[in-house]
């Protein structure tokens, strides 16, 4: 097994793409509100959308879609898309 099979990993790709879009939603966004282009949101954690909400959640998705959503290893990665979702969110109401 090389590494780069991980790159054939669907469940990989899809959390990726998902976080990607996340972060590159971020650039619109931040120009509508301030009209100047920050473009250091693109590596930057933290804003709306949720970067790392997206990638356990697109991650999720693709092993549900993948092994089925009734097998344990769905079961698993939803338990964690949830707690990665819950925190982010109270981190986000904690800031304001």
């Known amino acids: 097994?090389?590494?780069a099979s991980i790159f054939l990993n669907k469940a990989f790709i899809a959390g990726v793409v998902a976080w990607s879009i996340a972060q590159t939603l971020k650039l619109p966004i931040?120009?509508?509100y301030t009209r100047r282009w920050n473009w250091a949101l693109l590596l930057s954690a933290g804003g709306m959308p949720s970067s790392h909400s997206a990638l356990v959640s697109g991650t999720a998705h693709a092993i549900g879609l993948y092994v089925g959503f009734n097998q344990?290893?769905?079961a698993l990665a939803f338990v964690v898309a949830a707690v990665v979702i819950y925190d982010a969110m109270g981190i986000r109401r904690q800031a304001g």
Do not use: A, G, Q, V
């Open 1 to 3: 097994m090389s590494l």
């Open 30 to 32: 931040e120009y509508y």
């Open 72 to 74: 344990p290893l769905f």
